[in-house]
């Protein structure tokens, strides 16, 4: 059980927020990077079909399920140090994710056999987002409820988390199409592959500057005891299997994610192949940043008046509310198209900025139910979940791509053009229904409850 510690340290404050801040800023340097650019660059750039993209990506997912779980019970296992249980993991692992980030995009291998190509983005996916990105995105979710333990604390890490993935996809949403296109003979917008090598290479950089500032500012106060006991794969099992709010919150991830990452990832479809805009493209990252900001602002008090469950959902009902209005008007305008994706945005925004502190409402109500504490085994399973999000989005799309009859060649037909704005369109309206559905029937913590549960462990701990 979590324990608050008896030594003087540093109250929480800001320098926390923007130290959490920055460990997200690092992990969306890698992950918005593959979300927003891998398939193109391997569909457009090493010639491999969007369908066999989308695959490996879903079958990566089934490694995953071994990966986390796993990193879950060695954090959970590891003895705390005098930087905590959770902050040595950022600076042991932030090497080697950004290294296996560059490799993903080795356009030097792009005149190889289509074998060995396939080969290589397997073996660099698997290495980058299975292995390395695992290692460190589930000590760096867990280590929020260490943090602090007060509910208002972890809303603000949850808003600040939220702040440093908006800051990572802008700098890649805004400056990368800006970056990595370029027009060729036939007034086309097309990768130019040395320049993503470039970009990737900055990427790699960043993410681990951030993850180091994310170290040091940082504070575990809330020390959580090393987990003894022999590994039981029967009882953990059951216990998730027996774990509304788990579920609950992994499905209403998945739909999330199915949202968020298929529009990042059509951006780079929809711009400069349906609308020829690449500007609008930029702006759409600029957009999404400004609106995320502007909703960090109010969305704290609003989740405390409200509850987090009951604005994830009506911020739900207004994103499929508007990609349906696009999907109906079909527009040939960007900037019309931008206007109504950046309000649809706004529900995207909303559940993001929310969604961190909801999985510790999740690991509170475990608490408060089976008298254990197990922060690394809970933010495994809902890491992995938001792996499935990413499976399920990227193997939609590519599926889709394919069955639309995307490739290099047919990239600018018209019957492709218009396929790709339908998907642009219906994925994440779909996903943004089922969010809605699924936080209204599924997931259990309403406001009653959360606020049950603070003062149930507040009571069990003498505070």
Same mark, same amino acid.
């Given at each position: 059980?979590?324990?608050?510690?008896?030594?003087?340290?540093?109250?929480?404050?800001?320098?926390?927020?923007?130290?959490?801040?920055?460990?997200?800023?690092?992990?969306?340097?890698?992950?918005?990077?593959?979300?927003?650019?891998?398939?193109?660059?391997?569909?457009?750039?090493?010639?491999?079909?969007?369908?066999?993209?989308?695959?490996?990506? =879903?079958?990566?997912?089934?490694?995953?399920?071994?990966?986390?779980?796993?990193?879950?019970?060695?954090?959970?296992?590891?003895?705390?140090?005098?930087?905590?249980?959770?902050?040595?993991?950022?600076?042991?692992?932030?090497?080697?994710?950004?290294?296996?980030?560059?490799?993903?995009?080795?356009?030097?291998?792009?005149?190889? %056999?289509?074998?060995?190509?396939?080969?290589?983005?397997?073996?660099?996916?698997?290495?980058?987002?299975?292995?390395?990105?695992?290692?460190?995105?589930?000590?760096?979710?867990?280590? @929020?409820?260490?943090?602090?333990?007060?509910?208002?604390?972890?809303?603000?890490?949850?808003?600040?988390?939220?702040?440093?993935?908006?800051? @990572?996809?802008?700098?890649?949403?805004?400056? =990368?199409?800006?970056?990595?296109?370029?027009?060729?003979?036939?007034?086309?917008?097309?990768?130019?592959?040395?320049?993503?090598?470039?970009?990737?290479?900055?990427?790699?950089?960043?993410?681990?500057?951030?993850?180091?500032?994310?170290?040091? =500012?940082?504070?575990?106060?809330?020390?959580?005891?090393?987990?003894?006991?022999?590994?039981?794969?029967?009882?953990?099992?059951?216990?998730?299997?027996?774990?509304?709010?788990?579920?609950?919150?992994?499905?209403?991830?998945?739909?999330?994610?199915?949202?968020?990452?298929?529009?990042?990832?059509?951006? %780079?479809?929809?711009? *400069?192949?349906?609308?020829?805009?690449?500007?609008?493209?930029?702006?759409?990252?600029?957009?999404?940043?400004?609106?995320?900001?502007?909703?960090?602002?109010?969305?704290?008090?609003?989740?405390?008046?409200?509850?987090?469950?009951?604005?994830?959902?009506?911020?739900?009902?207004?994103?499929?509310?508007?990609?349906?209005? @696009?999907?109906?008007?079909?527009?040939?305008?960007?900037?019309?198209?931008?206007?109504?994706?950046?309000?649809?945005?706004?529900?995207?925004?909303?559940?993001?900025?929310?969604?961190?502190?909801?999985?510790?409402?999740?690991?509170?109500?475990?608490?408060?139910?089976?008298?254990?504490?197990?922060?690394?085994?809970?933010?495994?399973?809902?890491?992995?979940?938001?792996?499935?999000?990413?499976?399920?989005?990227?193997?939609?799309?590519?599926?889709?791509?394919?069955?639309?009859?995307?490739?290099?060649?047919?990239?600018?037909?018209?019957?492709?053009?218009?396929?790709?704005?339908?998907?642009?369109?219906?994925?994440?309206?779909?996903?943004?229904?089922?969010?809605?559905?699924?936080?209204?029937?599924?997931? *259990?913590?309403?406001?009653?409850?959360?606020?049950?549960?603070?003062?149930?462990?507040?009571?069990?701990?003498?505070?």
């Amino acid at each position: 059980m979590a324990k608050e510690t008896t030594t003087t340290l540093r109250p929480f404050g800001m320098r926390d927020k923007l130290g959490y801040m920055f460990g997200d800023f690092g992990n969306d340097f890698t992950f918005i990077l593959s979300s927003s650019l891998l398939m193109k660059f391997y569909t457009d750039v090493m010639g491999v079909s969007a369908g066999l993209v989308g695959i490996m990506m =879903m079958l990566a997912r089934f490694v995953d399920a071994f990966t986390d779980v796993t990193m879950g019970q060695i954090v959970d296992r590891s003895k705390p140090t005098k930087d905590g249980k959770f902050k040595p993991w950022l600076r042991r692992m932030c090497g080697p994710v950004a290294v296996a980030s560059f490799l993903l995009y080795a356009t030097w291998f792009k005149d190889m %056999a289509m074998g060995f190509k396939i080969f290589w983005m397997f073996f660099t996916y698997l290495l980058w987002g299975s292995v390395f990105y695992t290692s460190i995105n589930i000590p760096y979710g867990s280590m @929020a409820s260490a943090i602090s333990a007060e509910p208002k604390h972890r809303a603000e890490l949850s808003t600040f988390r939220t702040i440093g993935a908006t800051l @990572a996809g802008t700098c890649i949403g805004v400056i =990368m199409p800006l970056i990595i296109y370029y027009t060729n003979e036939a007034g086309q917008q097309v990768m130019a592959p040395n320049k993503v090598v470039i970009f990737s290479l900055i990427c790699s950089i960043g993410a681990v500057v951030c993850y180091l500032l994310c170290f040091h =500012m940082t504070t575990e106060r809330v020390k959580v005891e090393q987990k003894t006991e022999k590994f039981n794969l029967g009882k953990l099992l059951k216990g998730l299997v027996t774990n509304k709010a788990l579920i609950g919150i992994v499905v209403a991830s998945i739909c999330q994610l199915l949202v968020q990452l298929t529009s990042q990832g059509m951006m %780079a479809y929809v711009y *400069p192949n349906y609308f020829g805009n690449i500007q609008a493209q930029s702006m759409a990252g600029l957009v999404g940043t400004a609106i995320t900001l502007i909703c960090s602002v109010f969305v704290v008090k609003l989740s405390t008046k409200l509850g987090r469950k009951e604005l994830g959902i009506y911020a739900s009902i207004l994103g499929t509310v508007v990609f349906v209005i @696009a999907f109906i008007m079909h527009t040939h305008n960007a900037w019309v198209f931008l206007g109504l994706y950046s309000v649809s945005y706004i529900g995207l925004a909303i559940f993001s900025l929310i969604c961190w502190a909801m999985i510790t409402d999740v690991i509170d109500d475990t608490e408060v139910r089976t008298g254990s504490r197990s922060d690394g085994e809970i933010y495994s399973v809902y890491s992995f979940a938001r792996k499935l999000g990413q499976a399920a989005s990227s193997g939609v799309t590519g599926l889709l791509l394919t069955m639309i009859g995307y490739t290099a060649e047919t990239q600018f037909e018209e019957s492709v053009t218009n396929g790709i704005y339908n998907i642009t369109c219906l994925v994440p309206a779909i996903g943004y229904a089922l969010l809605a559905v699924v936080l209204f029937f599924l997931y *259990p913590l309403n406001k009653k409850r959360v606020e049950s549960n603070v003062a149930e462990l507040a009571s069990r701990r003498g505070e």
